[in-house]
């Protein structure tokens, strides 16, 4: 697939093609005092040397890694980082590049909007999650504790560089974990895309080059129409209710395995789709259909009551809650979403219930 770009009035998306060009013009123009690269201890050892082969050779650049993984997505790993940027010199005039998946661009904005009261930042998604979701969109923050993503700004990166070669390193269920947010445009988006996501064969380099493409501008098209979530970016959060309090409790008890932020928001989707088909008559085949999808990449996580409880005891950390309320983005069908509903527990356990039965 040919390059594209994406000219927004704070930040460009630059896909493929000649992505490292402009990127390297744009070096030039922020003429910064200097640059620090943030990895993780993966993408040190697998995307840095590609990126060290495209970034022109008339730039200086510091490193800056921490250990791979969403328990490392933390303030302690903040505390490390800005004391490291402190003492190589940081200024007001430094540029921060993210280089790494959903944890790094993460990360590594939220590092560079508290820095100095805020410094650039270039992210450079290297897996397929960050690509078409946790890169674009300005959203940049950490965990606090286990509880997912308490602690943040919203804040666009200057420029965000996709270049998809850097998926050729990715572990396959790194892969799988990003189709689920695409899945998830799908559902937010339209039955056509969904259904071009639920036929995706990842393994086909261009045609989930294409994919990744619409996914960004279907992501784009949302936070564009309402950057603060104050309504429509809501929808982004489809499953993220359920899921991120999944993704949260895997990640503490030792009892259960810990799963991928995909994995995790692929049972909240069927979840919230049985919610509300429920809730908001969903069509109970388009229930089926998903159900079905999903459970075929994202294999059943078995359950038990207590894990049941308290997962559902952690959805009061939600960010979408309003007075306490736990708020739910759900369906009316694929492509037409109705935020801020509440649903009774019951309804959820008998969520649960569902997807243990599927
Ligand atoms: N800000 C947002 O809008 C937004 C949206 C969705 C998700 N997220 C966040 O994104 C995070 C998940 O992102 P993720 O799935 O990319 O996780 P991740 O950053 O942990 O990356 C997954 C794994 O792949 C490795 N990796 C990344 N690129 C690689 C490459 N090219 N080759 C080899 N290994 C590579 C990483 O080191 C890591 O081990 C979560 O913290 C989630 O909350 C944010």
Not at 45 to 59: G, H, T, V
Not at 92 to 111: A, Q, Y
Not at 255 to 264: I, Q, R
Not at 286 to 309: A, F
């Amino acid at each position: 697939m040919s390059g594209k770009i994406l000219e927004k009035e704070r930040g460009t998306v630059c896909f493929n093609g000649r992505a490292w060009e402009a990127f390297n013009r744009l070096l030039k123009e922020l003429n910064a005092s200097n640059i620090f690269v943030i990895v993780d201890s993966n993408t040190k050892k697998y995307c840095l040397p590609y990126f060290n082969d495209r970034i022109s050779s008339e730039f200086n650049f510091e490193i800056i890694d921490f250990k791979a993984g969403e328990q490392h997505k933390n303030i302690d790993t903040c505390l490390t980082i800005w004391n490291d940027l402190s003492a190589k010199g940081g200024d007001r005039n430094s540029l921060i590049i993210n280089l790494g998946g959903g944890v790094v661009t993460d990360l590594g904005g939220f590092i560079a909007c508290t820095f100095k009261r805020g410094v650039e930042f270039i992210n450079i998604p290297t897996s397929l999650l960050a690509m078409v979701d946790a890169s674009i969109g300005g959203k940049n923050g950490i965990d606090l504790g286990d509880i997912k993503n308490q602690i943040g700004v919203i804040k666009p990166a200057k420029m965000v560089l996709i270049d998809t070669q850097f998926l050729s390193t990715l572990p396959k269920e790194h892969l799988l974990s990003g189709k689920a947010e695409m899945l998830k445009h799908g559902l937010i988006d339209s039955d056509l895309y969904w259904k071009s996501i639920k036929e995706l064969e990842i393994d086909n380099q261009s045609e989930l080059e294409e994919r990744i493409w619409e996914s960004i501008l279907i992501k784009d098209k949302i936070v564009s129409q309402d950057p603060f979530e104050k309504r429509e970016r809501k929808m982004l959060n489809y499953g993220h209710t359920l899921g991120h309090a999944i993704e949260s409790y895997s990640l503490k008890n030792a009892a259960t395995k810990s799963l991928l932020h995909g994995e995790a928001v692929a049972i909240g989707m069927i979840l919230a789709t049985y919610l509300s088909h429920q809730h908001l008559d969903f069509p109970e085949e388009k229930l089926n259909d998903v159900s079905y999808t999903l459970l075929k990449s994202y294999p059943k996580v078995q359950l038990s009551k207590e894990d049941i409880q308290k997962i559902i005891a952690l959805l009061i950390y939600d960010k979408k809650n309003r007075s306490g309320k736990v708020m739910f983005v759900l369906l009316e069908d694929i492509g037409k979403f109705k935020v801020d509903q509440e649903v009774p527990d019951e309804l959820i356990l008998k969520a649960f219930e569902y997807y243990q039965g599927l």
